[in-house]
């Protein structure tokens, strides 16, 4: 069973609609709830990094969550659920994160990007192979929408980048851990694609 | 590369795709979900969804198309029309739009735009603007007005000012929409679009007056706006979104494939 997240952080309707599409079944999962159940565990979220991380440590998701992935399965963090997987965030005041890929999340840099919020189609520059982009093709359009990006401390752990003016990580993995930064479960093919090949994954790169 | 954005914009009355026609009142065109599907087909890269359903006792119907629509299509799409407090908004969101477009209430009380934007982010917020041409005057600088209540209600700000002010309080896109060019075919309002455009650093959508496929290359290369939306002219059949991307792209506009 897929599990995701809800804390209140955004649209869950389309990631359990794409997950449905892709001939698996999803499950909300709300503080509190036993999360030995579950498969893999999907963290959603739209909004503000520091805004969210306070709601995760009042609900008391922050060790459970680092629990789940010291377990080895499979974990997809998407947008700002990407983000939260960092070590530390600038947004809302800097501070920490969830601490699972070590990395830090920073505004796009004004002077590159002409328009922030970074909202629209771009495409994947596939940089590694993994088992996310089974049958995903590289340059392949996928959508975002965020003014804040990952920057990885471990160059290696960004699996696709995608260029904004700035170039930034679009997926980035460590294990069992993946985030990405652009909708999947909003971006077509490819995307429902993506979120197929999680459904499907083990956990091991 | 970032890619423009074509937007399609489907006007819904009673659960139903409507077109106003003059002097006649509307006529449905047919089911949402089969015309998000379609689009979605030909390309589309985002769709609106107005309701314009007069009675608040048919709010729910709409809301039952944002969830069919969701639960069959997976681009993002915003939902506009009689969103007037964070709990109209949440309820959208939760059936599975991914943005909210606000106008005339926004305009009554800025506040909500700050708190829609607190409340689920500024990317969540579009705002849309309806602008109208007027002399340019000390409190109208720009000489286009913000009118509200479908362009009935004239309210004496600058269209500009107001982008700029709506940036600030968290807006995360602008949906500009030239009143006095809509519906007509011509082109867009291109002047206050790149005005718009330089004024904010958040996207700006163009909308009003798409006929033909130059006047999206034109709203994205003059205009300066990252996106522009269409109706009639895809609605219709004169063109499909296909058609116009072809256009846009063997004119060197970066569009998703």
Redesign the interface.
Known sequence: MIGILDVDLGNLRSVANAIEHAGHDAVLVHAGDPLDDLTHLILPGVGNFRAAMTRLEDRRLVQPLRDFAASGRPFLGICLGMQLLATSGDEGGSGPGLGLIPGHVRRFDEALVPTIPHVGWNGLTVLRKHPLLTKVKNGADVYFVHSYHLDPADPAEVIASCDAGQTFAAIVGRGNVVGCQFHPEKSMASGLRIIENFCEWDGTW | ?????VIVCLDVRAGQVTKGVKFQGNIDLGDPVDFAARY?AQGA?ELVFYDITASAEKRGLFVDVV?RV??RI???FAVGGGIRSVENMREV??????KVSLNSPAVRDPALISAGA???????VVLGIDARRVDPTATIPSGYEVVIDGGRTPTGMDVVAWARQAEALGA??ICLNAIDTDGVRQGYELNITCRVAEAV???VIASGGGGRPEHLIDAVTKGKA??ALVASMVHYGDYTVADIKTAMAQSGVPI??
């Open positions: 590369m970032l890619t423009k954005r979605d890269d969830r969701a639960e997976f681009i993002p969101l939760l059936a599975g739009a991914e607190r409340a689920f982010g500024s990317q969540c995360g896109e650093r958040i996207p990252e996106a998703r494939h």
